[in-house]
């Protein structure tokens, strides 16, 4: 189906429009994805990493991984998707964005209303007594540099204030996700493989509610076979294309 027809089947005036977002929206930033072929890093898939157990193994090694990605960070800028999301928050018809993204490239490009249900990779915290500290900076992201100590517990090493596997997520953060979905009319899925959960489960609640589900990916996930709508395509260039006729359309 055409874009032009998708967007005439979006029949409300002012429509209530959620975002999912997964690491594809950050790939034109040149953030790599983590299920992609792009993915690994050494020898290693995310899921042997972004675990409490890995971290209990091998500190030294996780952080290592977390400092090569925060460098790639340190350059990345957000893109022309970012920028679309921003437009849908201006003017008035996006509720929220729920992002999977741990960057905080959302934040920079001025989106105002977000959960980030991952956390974020810019801060690190101390595991006893839940001091946090900013560590997006060249030096801490350098490749050979001892752990980060808490200042407060002395032998407590900080770790990166993300959701690894097998955690819990946030529970404030879980119920804006909800609460925010749960009011969508349009609920747009952007770049995410859909296979971590719970945030996978959303777009199935939004089309419970009766959401409009519109996907934006360059393949078919198992997201795809529930969606009203699936856009193929790298969204950096589908979404600015789909929110500028949206919007035009509503003017
Ligand atoms: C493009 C593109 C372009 C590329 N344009 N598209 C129920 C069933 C089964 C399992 C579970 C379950 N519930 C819980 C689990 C276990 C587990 C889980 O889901 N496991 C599955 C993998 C089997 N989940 C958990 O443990 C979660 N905890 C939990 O559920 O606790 C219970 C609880 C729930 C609710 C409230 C309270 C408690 C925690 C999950 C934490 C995930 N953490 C990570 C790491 C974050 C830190 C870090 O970055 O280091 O989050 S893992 C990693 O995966 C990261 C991502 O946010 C997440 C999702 O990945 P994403 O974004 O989808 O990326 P990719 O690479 O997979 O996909 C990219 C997509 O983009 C692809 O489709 C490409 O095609 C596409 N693409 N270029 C458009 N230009």
């Known amino acids: 189906m055409s874009l032009e027809s998708i ?9 209530r429009i959620v975002s999912v977002i997964g690491a594809g929206l950050s790939k034109a930033s040149g953030m790599p994805t983590f299920r992609g072929e792009d993915g690994l890093w050494k020898k290693y898939r995310a899921e042997e990493l972004a675990t409490p157990y890995a971290f209990s193994r091998d500190q030294k090694l ?6 090569f990605r925060m460098r790639m960070l340190l350059r990345a ?9 921003k437009k849908l928050e201006e003017k008035n018809i996006a509720i929220g964005l729920i992002t999977q993204n741990v960057d905080g490239l959302h934040e920079i490009e001025g989106i105002k209303n977000f959960v980030e249900i991952h956390g974020r990779i810019r801060y ?33 090493v900080l770790r990166p204030d993300v959701v690894w596997f097998g955690e819990s997520l946030d529970s404030q953060r879980w119920e804006k996700a909800i609460n925010w979905t749960n009011q969508a009319s349009v609920l747009l899925v952007i770049g995410t493989s859909g296979v971590v959960q ?6 199935l609640y939004a089309k419970q509610n009766k959401a409009i ?9 198992p997201i795809s076979s529930f969606c009203d709508y699936s856009i193929y395509g790298p969204c950096e260039k589908t ?11 509503l003017e």
């Open 124 to 156: 690190a915290r101390c595991m006893n007594c839940n001091y946090s500290e900013r560590w997006d900076n060249e030096e801490s992201a350098q490749e050979e540099i001892p752990l980060p100590y808490c200042p407060r517990c002395i032998d407590s």
């Open 77 to 85: 800028k957000p893109n022309p998707a970012h920028n679309a999301l």
């Open 239 to 249: 979404l600015p294309n789909f929110t500028s006729k949206l919007i035009k359309k």
């Open 213 to 221: 589900v519109v996907e934006f990916n360059v393949e078919e996930t």
């Open 198 to 203: 719970p945030v996978a489960s959303l777009p």
């Open 62 to 67: 996780v952080w290592e991984w977390y400092r």
């Open 7 to 15: 967007i005439e089947n979006i029949t409300d005036t002012k429509p």
